[in-house]
Antibody, heavy 120, light 107 residues
Framework: EVQLVESGGGLVQPGRSMKLSCAASGFTFSNYGMAWVRQAPTKGLEWVATISYDGSSTYYRDSVKGRFTISRDNAKSTLYLQMNSLRSEDTATYYC?????????????WGQGVMVTVSS | DIRMTQSPASLSASLGETVNIECLASEDIYSDLAWYQQKPGKSPQLLIYNANSLQNGVPSRFSGSGSGTQYSLKINSLQSEDVATYFCQQYNNYPLTFGSGTKLEIK
């Protein structure tokens, strides 16, 4: 059974940093691209970043480019999101997702989500 | 960025009815479209990919269609467990973008 379990969220002050982790199991992690998708309270879904299966390629939305870094450790089957210079508008539930495969960047498995609140 | 305009924003229908949700892309996305279902308090789940391919395990009352810039999700024989918010997503180009969602309720 595919499982994605996020951790590392919480309350953080504006301008500070936070690192999210996503522990994957139930599939060969190193064969799949992975991504983070977020959802602000009572709002819609917003793609944040994608990383290729081997970590050689990364993609970001403009609003997080230069502040967020997506990375992975295939030996540990873990995905990360390092978030620096956090802003109030980054407040959201962050979902770890598996990219479905070579067909395209849609997401066939989602974690339960981790809440990040940016506030003083 | 490709803008995804989803309609309606909310929808109320009776059990057993058929409902349609539309998604309009701001440019041709060549059927690179997925649909997700998000039940209250839960994570989204993939329903449809490549505009019309049913994800494994999804009931056959869900179907997708469309091409170019216009796409739709159809739910036949509405069930109580279909109460959810539905999102479309294009993956033709970065940044990946989602529709604003359609909240489906039972009348």
């Amino acid at each position: 059974e595919v499982q994605l379990v996020e951790s590392g969220g919480g309350l953080v002050q504006p301008g500070r940093s936070m690192k999210l982790s996503c522990a994957a199991s139930g599939f060969t992690f190193s064969n799949y691209g992975m991504a983070w998708v977020r959802q602000a309270p009572t709002k819609g879904l917003e793609w944040v970043a994608t990383i290729s299966y081997d970590g050689s390629s990364t993609y970001y939305r403009d609003s997080v480019k230069g502040r967020f870094t997506i990375s992975r450790d295939n030996a540990k089957s873990t995905l990360y999101l390092q978030m620096n210079s956090l802003r109030s508008e980054d407040t959201a539930t962050y979902y770890c997702t598996r990219v479905a495969g070579s067909f395209g960047d849609y997401f066939d498995y989602w974690g339960q989500g981790v809440m990040v609140t940016v506030s003083s | 960025d490709i803008r995804m305009t989803q309609s309606p924003a909310s929808l109320s229908a009776s059990l057993g009815e058929t409902v349609n949700i539309e998604c309009l892309a701001s440019e041709d996305i060549y059927s690179d479209l997925a649909w997700y279902q998000q039940k209250p308090g839960k994570s989204p789940q993939l329903l449809i990919y490549n505009a019309n391919s049913l994800q494994n395990g999804v009931p056959s009352r869900f179907s997708g269609s469309g091409s170019g810039t216009q796409y739709s999700l159809k739910i036949n024989s509405l069930q109580s467990e279909d109460v959810a918010t539905y999102f479309c997503q294009q993956y033709n180009n970065y940044p990946l973008t989602f529709g604003s969602g359609t909240k489906l309720e039972i009348k």
